[in-house]
């Protein structure tokens, strides 16, 4: 393949969720400001819920794929592709994706139309596995945190002991590591949070008991295959919280909160943001969103508490985000944005 990396062209990436479709582009050149994430462009969502359409066995329905979701994929393909003629593009699975029987015919059907809408051939699909997707969402972190630079020029804490978790509305990779790019000590859990959301949604009458239960239930379950993965810890000497169930918070549960956030704060905002928001919303989107990120607080603060770890750093970039840094740093070497 023959790279020819230019900073001015764009790079775009495609992320399928188990929320549905994410896109975001940026051309190299604009992302210089590190901490401004409003210079990347082409940040859509098409909201899908994929559980819909997986049976008891694991199996993705191919039909209801096709029918439903297919057609939006290649739409946002299509829609970036022209207006950007990308020198790199990405279509990267995640959650859900992962976990299916017959993900190898979901990939062959992507490719095919993949394939046959597009006039490039710079592009490339695949399931992440799941360091990368723990992986990713640090790296996003890492090239945006106005933090960066001051922890990472310390020679004492690059022997640090790092502990990142990704929270999303399928699964939750959690990873502990010494090397920043080694990430091969992941582990990935379904915690269904955006089932979870669903179902509290449809509940007509939700109350304080019923709420706590499925917190309980969420929490429980994450932490007994956390626990019997990682039973003994090193000191943990920072930790990194990313993901879509938990990105919110610096919104939802306490704004005032500075990048570093101790964990006795993240407490006092989970239950200052149940009592002061009164299950009162001015949309249904803004309703999930709510307890999206509480249930992913939730599970966030049960996983910093069992580690023994009392401060966090919140990541507000994201995945696809990443994957951008991810692939510039390969094209900038000459290599393919892909491997």
Request: net charge neutral; hydrophobic share 35%.
């Amino acid at each position: 393949m023959d790279i020819q990396y230019n900073r001015k062209r764009f790079i775009s990436v495609m992320e399928l969720s188990s929320s549905g479709i994410k896109t975001i582009s940026a051309a190299p050149f604009h992302i210089k400001n590190r901490t401004d994430l409003s210079r990347f462009s082409d940040n859509r969502k098409h909201i899908f819920r994929l559980h819909n359409l997986i049976d008891n066995e694991n199996n993705l329905d191919i039909d209801g794929f096709k029918e439903n979701l297919l057609p939006e994929i290649i739409k946002h393909y299509r829609l970036i592709n022209n207006s950007r003629n990308p020198q790199a593009f990405q279509i990267v699975l995640t959650g859900y994706y992962r976990e299916l029987k017959n993900k190898e015919e979901v990939l062959a059907i992507l490719n095919q139309s993949i394939k046959e809408k597009s006039l490039s051939r710079s592009y490339s699909i695949s399931i992440l596995k799941e360091a990368d997707e723990s992986r990713l969402p640090f790296l996003a972190w890492k090239n945006t945190a106005s933090l960066d630079e001051r922890i990472f020029s310390n020679e004492d804490q690059k022997k640090d002991t790092y502990l990142h978790i990704d929270i999303g509305g399928a699964t939750t990779e959690i990873s502990v590591t010494n090397d920043i790019n080694d990430f091969s000590n992941t582990i990935s859990l379904e915690n269904e949070i955006t089932k979870l959301v669903e179902q509290i949604l449809d509940t007509e009458k939700l109350t304080e008991k019923i709420l706590n239960n499925i917190i309980l239930d969420l929490c429980s379950k994450v932490l007994d295959v956390f626990v019997d993965k990682f039973k003994r810890f090193h000191t943990i000497d920072f930790a990194v919280a990313s993901g879509s169930a938990v990105s919110l918070q610096h919104q939802l549960l306490n704004p005032e909160v500075s990048e570093l956030i101790p964990i006795d704060t993240l407490e006092d905002s989970i239950q200052i943001a149940r009592i002061k928001n009164n299950h009162s919303f001015d949309s249904i989107q803004q309703k999930e969103i709510y307890y999206r990120t509480l249930l992913g607080s939730y599970v966030l603060k049960t996983l910093l508490k069992y580690a023994k770890v009392d401060s966090y750093f919140l990541n507000i970039a994201n995945l696809r985000i990443g994957c951008i840094y991810d692939m510039m740093l390969k094209l900038r070497e000459n290599k393919s944005p892909y491997l």
